[in-house]
């Protein structure tokens, strides 16, 4: 599993409200990577980093915003959350895999409902 | 616009059958062809993937084949099995990000 957690697992909020969620590596992988999942959209970039202090968009960044001040911590933030960020979250890894190429692996996700 | 299409979004399939799911992208810049299988409440885990210089790739029961010329590649499951029911992640990648396809869903049936 490549030793990556999240949390919560699983959270209810209101809207407008912060939300702040955590994604743990063990592994001191350098990129680290934030996803939506949501039905009949697959998987979709929120942000991604690609190392301590260094972060970039992905396609579906508005209303996001994340922070990585050490290796293992990659925090995903909903400044004001809104209904249409229900969803569930998977933060991912990647490392070097057998085919020379970076390989993905993904956390076990973070089911958010806002209400 | 959507880089990575997949089809057929569902899928049925009797035990011992073939399972077929396709792929199809635009950007030329991809360079590595990943497919994932995700089970319900679980985070997607890589299956199999391949490199554009390769036509196909066969792990145990799993096959992917890749057409360069029509930018289009293709997740062949032999022998299907109950347990392979899951939703079937193509995806699409270049310098570390990737791009998913929408998923299906195959039911394998007993």
């Known amino acids: 599993d490549a030793g990556i957690t999240q949390s919560p697992r699983h959270k209810v909020t209101e809207t407008g409200t912060p939300v702040t969620l955590r994604c743990h590596q063990t592994?001191?992988?350098?990129?680290m990577y934030w996803y939506r999942q949501d039905p009949g959209h697959g998987l979709r970039l929120i942000h991604y980093?690609?190392?301590?202090?260094?972060?970039d968009k992905g396609e579906v960044s508005d209303g996001y915003s994340v922070s990585r001040s050490k290796t293992e911590d990659f925090l995903l933030t909903l400044e004001s959350a809104t209904s249409s960020q229900t969803s569930v979250y998977f933060c991912?890894?990647?490392?070097?895999?057998?085919?020379?190429?970076?390989?993905?692996?993904f956390g076990p996700g973070t089911r958010l409902t806002v209400l | 616009q959507q880089q990575v299409k997949q089809s057929p979004q569902s899928l049925i399939v009797q035990k011992g059958g073939i399972s077929i799911i396709n792929c199809a992208y635009e950007?030329?810049?991809?360079?590595?062809f990943p497919w994932y299988q995700q089970f319900p409440g679980k985070g997607p885990a890589l299956l199999i993937a391949?490199?554009?210089?390769?036509s196909e790739k066969k792990e145990g029961r799993f096959t992917i084949s890749f057409n360069k010329s029509a930018k289009q590649f293709s997740l062949h499951i032999m022998d299907s099995q109950p347990g392979d029911s899951a939703t079937y992640f193509c995806?699409?990648?270049?310098?570390?990000?990737?791009?998913f396809g929408d998923g299906t869903t195959l039911t394998v049936k007993p």
């Open positions: 991912a890894i990647s490392r070097l895999g057998l085919a020379g190429v970076d390989e993905q692996f």
């Open positions: 592994e001191n992988h350098r990129y």
């Open positions: 980093s690609y190392g301590v202090k260094d972060t």
């Open positions: 950007n030329t810049a991809f360079d590595y």
């Open positions: 391949i490199r554009p210089d390769v």
């Open positions: 995806a699409a990648s270049s310098a570390g990000k990737s791009t």
